[in-house]
C-alpha cells in the first residue's frame, strides 16, 4: 500500500521559522542600510515640504511665431519633465500654463541649482568647431593643450586627466595624463566651411585673430569676431548666461564654458551638428578598460553621415582645432577633441567623468534640442507651511484608518489580531524603510498622494489577512481541527491574494505609465505596498499562524481566539466505523438495510 503524501505538509508545517528568519533578517537588513545611508526619513515632495517653482515663457525664434503650437509646447514638457524628474518619481512636477508657459516645480531636497539649470538649457544643441578658447580674465593660465590621438572632452587648468570621445565601434581611446584645457577644442573645419569668409586661427598666445577675407563685409565680421573675443570676460555671471546665447547655427559665435571650475571662452565656428541629430545618449560604465565612466553617443542617418564629416576635417588639424564644442542654450558644456573621422553612427566621450557629470552631460545630449527658446520669467520658493498642514491631516487620516483596521480585527476575529495586527507592523516598517531608502536611491519623493496610496494599502494589507481567517474559518465550521485547517485553507487563500494583489499591482504600473507627476507618486506607492503585502503574507503571516496553531489557545478553540467552533457553527467531526463482518456483526435490521 502506497505510503500518504504528507511529506510535504509536514516540511511546510514544521519549518515555519525559516520564513520568519528570512524577513527578520530583511528587515534587519533594510533598517541598517537606512541608518548607513544616513536618510533616516523619506523625502518629501513640494506639497508637503516646499521646493523651488519655476515658470518659464516660450519664445519663438524671429518670424517663426508659429511655433509656439500645442506640439511644440508638450514636445518641450517631455524632455524638461525628463531632465529634471528621470524615472518619473522624484515628484519634480512640470506642466503647461496657459498657451506659452511651463511651470516646473522642484520638491525640497531635490538639487534645485543643478534642476534649475538643466530646465533654464532650454534652448538648441550644437557641435560647433572650436576656433580657439582661453581661461577667463584672473583664470591661471592653461597648460599647452594634448595632441592626443583620440577626442578629449574635459581639461582643466591643472593637471587634471584627459578625458577622450572616439567611435564607440573601435573602442574608447585610454585617458591620457597630459594635462589640457576643455576649453580648447577647435575646429579648421570651419576655416574650410566655404560659407565661412572669415578664417580665424590659433596663434602662439592661444587668442584668436580671425584673417582677413577676399570680401570687405566678411573681414569686418571678422573683426567684429575678434574683438568680441577679445572683450569677452566669462568670469562674470552675468556674462556667461548671456554670450553667444542669440546666435544663429549659421553663424560663428562666442561662448563661455566652465571646465573644472574654471571658465573658459570660445570662439566657435557655424554648427556642424545639430541636437536633433542626436537620437540617444547615456551614460555608462566601462568595466573592460577601466576608463571609467563615459557618455555613448547614437546619431540618426544624417546626422551620424554630418559627425563622420566634421570629425574627419578637424583631425586634420592640431590642438586645439582638433576640437568641438558642445553648446547648450549658448554655453559650452563639453568640448572632445578627435584625430581620426567617427564613423557608423555613434561615438564615446571618455575620461575622468564621475557619475553625475556623465548622466548629466548624456542628459542633454539626448533631450537638449528644444523646438523652442525658453526664458525664465520667475523663480519663486513655495512655501512649507501649508505643505506641512497637509502632511499632518494625511498622517492623523492615516492613524484614524488604521485605528479603525485595528478594532474591525479586535472585535470580529479577537484572538487572530495577534496575528494581523503584527502583520500590518511589519508592512508599515518595510514601506517606512524602502521608501527612505528610495529617497536618495532613485529620486523618490513622499507626496500627498502617495501618502494616500500608503492609506489605501491598510485595506489591500488587512483584506489579505481576512482572506485568509475566512478560510480558515470554513475548514473548521466543515469539522477539521485547527491544524488541518490551516493548511487545507492556505492554497485557496494563497490563490485568492494573488490574483487579487496581481489586479492592484496591474492597475498601479499602468496608472504610473501613463500618468505624470503626483499621480505617478501614488501609483508608485500603490504598487509598492501590493508588492508588501504578498512578502509579508507569505514570510510572516502564514508562517506566524502556523506557529500559533500549536497553541492550546488556539488549537482548543478558545472562545476569544477566534475560531471558537461552536461560535462558528462547526459541525460536529465525521466519525465513521468499520462493521464487524459474518456472524459476528449479529442480525440485520432491516430499517438499515
Same mark, same amino acid.
Given at each position: 500500500m502506497a505510503a500518504p503524501k504528507r511529506g510535504r505538509s509536514a516540511s511546510a508545517q514544521s519549518k515555519p521559522g525559516r520564513s520568519l528568519a528570512l524577513i527578520l533578517i530583511a528587515i534587519v537588513a533594510l533598517t541598517g542600510g537606512m541608518f548607513a545611508s544616513g536618510h533616516t526619513t523619506p523625502r518629501l515632495g513640494i506639497d508637503l515640504a516646499g521646493g523651488t517653482s519655476i515658470t518659464l515663457r516660450a519664445v519663438p525664434e524671429k518670424g517663426q511665431e508659429s511655433a509656439i503650437n500645442k506640439a511644440n509646447m508638450d514636445t518641450a514638457v517631455d524632455i524638461m519633465n525628463r531632465r529634471v524628474n528621470g524615472l518619473g518619481v522624484s515628484e519634480a512636477e512640470v506642466?503647461?500654463?496657459? !498657451?506659452?508657459?511651463? =511651470?516646473?516645480?522642484?520638491?525640497?531636497?531635490?538639487?534645485?541649482?543643478?534642476?534649475?539649470?538643466? /530646465? +533654464? @538649457?532650454? %534652448?538648441?544643441?550644437?557641435?560647433?568647431?572650436? $576656433?580657439?578658447? #582661453?581661461?577667463?580674465?584672473?583664470?591661471?593660465? !592653461?597648460?599647452?593643450?594634448?595632441? *592626443?590621438?583620440?577626442?578629449?572632452?574635459?581639461?582643466?587648468?591643472?593637471?587634471?586627466?584627459? @578625458?577622450? %570621445?572616439?567611435?564607440?565601434?573601435?573602442?574608447?581611446?585610454?585617458?591620457?595624463?597630459?594635462?589640457?584645457?576643455?576649453?580648447?577644442?577647435?575646429s579648421d573645419a570651419l576655416k574650410a566651411d566655404s560659407t565661412s569668409s572669415a578664417s580665424p586661427s590659433a596663434s602662439a598666445s592661444a587668442s584668436a585673430t580671425p584673417s582677413a577675407s577676399s570680401s570687405s563685409a566678411a573681414s569686418a565680421a571678422a573683426a567684429k569676431l575678434e574683438a568680441q573675443y577679445t572683450a569677452l570676460d566669462c568670469s562674470k555671471k552675468s556674462v556667461q548666461n548671456t554670450a553667444g546665447r542669440t546666435a544663429k547655427a549659421t553663424d560663428a559665435t562666442v561662448a563661455c564654458g566652465q571646465i573644472s571650475g574654471v571658465w573658459y571662452k570660445y570662439l566657435l565656428g557655424p554648427a556642424a551638428v545639430d541636437g536633433t541629430d /542626436?537620437?540617444?545618449?547615456?551614460?555608462?560604465?566601462?568595466?573592460?578598460?577601466? %576608463?571609467?565612466?563615459?557618455?555613448?553617443?547614437?546619431?540618426? +542617418?544624417?546626422?551620424?553621415?554630418?559627425?563622420?564629416?566634421?570629425?574627419?576635417?578637424?583631425?586634420?588639424?592640431?590642438?586645439?582645432?582638433?576640437?568641438?564644442?558642445?553648446?547648450?542654450?549658448?554655453?559650452?558644456?563639453? !568640448?572632445?577633441?578627435?584625430?581620426?573621422?567617427?564613423t557608423g553612427g555613434s561615438a564615446e566621450i571618455?575620461?575622468?567623468? !564621475?557619475?553625475?557629470?556623465?548622466? *548629466?552631460?548624456?542628459?542633454?545630449?539626448? &533631450?537638449?534640442?528644444?523646438?523652442?527658446?525658453?526664458?525664465?520669467?520667475?523663480?519663486?520658493? /513655495?512655501?512649507?507651511? $501649508?505643505?506641512?498642514?497637509? $502632511?499632518?491631516? +494625511?498622517?492623523?487620516?492615516?492613524?484614524?484608518?488604521?485605528?479603525?483596521?485595528?478594532i474591525y480585527?479586535?472585535?470580529?476575529?479577537?484572538?487572530?489580531?495577534? =496575528?494581523?495586527?503584527?502583520?500590518?507592523?511589519?508592512?508599515? =516598517?518595510?514601506? &517606512?524603510?524602502?521608501?527612505?531608502?528610495?529617497?536618495?536611491?532613485?529620486?523618490? %519623493?513622499?507626496?500627498?498622494?502617495?501618502?494616500? +496610496?500608503?492609506?489605501?494599502?491598510?485595506?489591500?494589507?488587512?483584506?489579505?489577512?481576512?482572506?485568509?481567517?475566512?478560510?480558515?474559518? #470554513?475548514?473548521?465550521?466543515?469539522?477539521?481541527?485547527?491544524?488541518?485547517?490551516?493548511?487545507?485553507?492556505w492554497p485557496r487563500a494563497r490563490r485568492t491574494i494573488l490574483v487579487s494583489d496581481f489586479v492592484s499591482f496591474l492597475a498601479a504600473a499602468v496608472l504610473f505609465i501613463v500618468t505624470v507627476g503626483k499621480v505617478q507618486g501614488f501609483a508608485f506607492t500603490l504598487g509598492l505596498t501590493t508588492v508588501l503585502d504578498v512578502v509579508v503574507v507569505f514570510l510572516f503571516t502564514k508562517p506566524l499562524m502556523t506557529?500559533?496553531?500549536?497553541?492550546?489557545?488556539?488549537?482548543?478553540?478558545?472562545?476569544?481566539?477566534?475560531? #471558537?467552533?461552536?461560535?462558528?457553527?462547526?459541525?460536529?467531526p465525521l466519525r465513521r466505523t468499520r462493521r464487524p463482518a459474518g456472524s459476528a456483526a449479529g442480525p440485520v435490521d432491516p430499517k438499515e438495510a
Open positions: 506642466q503647461t500654463q496657459g !498657451s506659452r508657459n511651463i =511651470i516646473v516645480n522642484i520638491p525640497k531636497g531635490t538639487n534645485s541649482e543643478q534642476a534649475r539649470q538643466q /530646465v +533654464g @538649457t532650454t %534652448a538648441k544643441l550644437y557641435f560647433r568647431p572650436v $576656433l580657439a578658447n #582661453d581661461p577667463s580674465v584672473g583664470a591661471s593660465a !592653461s597648460p599647452s593643450p594634448s595632441a *592626443s590621438g583620440s577626442a578629449s572632452s574635459s581639461p582643466s587648468s591643472s593637471a587634471s586627466p584627459k @578625458t577622450t %570621445a572616439s567611435s564607440s565601434k573601435t573602442g574608447s581611446a585610454t585617458p591620457s595624463a597630459t594635462a589640457t584645457s576643455q576649453g580648447r577644442a577647435v /542626436v537620437k540617444k545618449a547615456a551614460a555608462v560604465l566601462n568595466t573592460t578598460t577601466a %576608463a571609467g565612466w563615459q557618455v555613448t553617443m547614437d546619431f540618426t +542617418g544624417k546626422g551620424g553621415d554630418k559627425f563622420a564629416k566634421v570629425t574627419g576635417e578637424l583631425a586634420k588639424n592640431t590642438s586645439p582645432q582638433n576640437e568641438f564644442g558642445i553648446v547648450l542654450d549658448g554655453q559650452v558644456v563639453s !568640448s572632445p577633441s578627435v584625430t581620426s573621422s567617427i571618455s575620461g575622468s567623468f !564621475s557619475q553625475q557629470e556623465a548622466q *548629466s552631460l548624456a542628459n542633454m545630449l539626448s &533631450y537638449g534640442a528644444l523646438p523652442l527658446t525658453f526664458k525664465t520669467d520667475s523663480v519663486t520658493t /513655495v512655501t512649507a507651511a $501649508l505643505g506641512g498642514e497637509q $502632511l499632518h491631516a +494625511g498622517l492623523i487620516a492615516g492613524a484614524i484608518g488604521l485605528a479603525l483596521v485595528v480585527l479586535l472585535i470580529f476575529y479577537r484572538g487572530l489580531s495577534v =496575528i494581523a495586527i503584527p502583520s500590518l507592523l511589519v508592512s508599515a =516598517i518595510l514601506t &517606512y524603510v524602502i521608501m527612505a531608502l528610495l529617497g536618495p536611491g532613485i529620486g523618490f %519623493a513622499l507626496n500627498l498622494p502617495a501618502v494616500c +496610496g500608503a492609506i489605501v494599502a491598510i485595506g489591500i494589507t488587512a483584506d489579505s489577512f481576512i482572506v485568509f481567517f475566512e478560510r480558515i474559518r #470554513d475548514e473548521i465550521r466543515e469539522g477539521r481541527s485547527l491544524r488541518p485547517s490551516v493548511e487545507r485553507a506557529i500559533l496553531a500549536r497553541r492550546k489557545f488556539f488549537a482548543d478553540g478558545h472562545k476569544w481566539s477566534g475560531i #471558537d467552533p461552536k461560535a462558528l457553527g462547526a459541525k460536529p
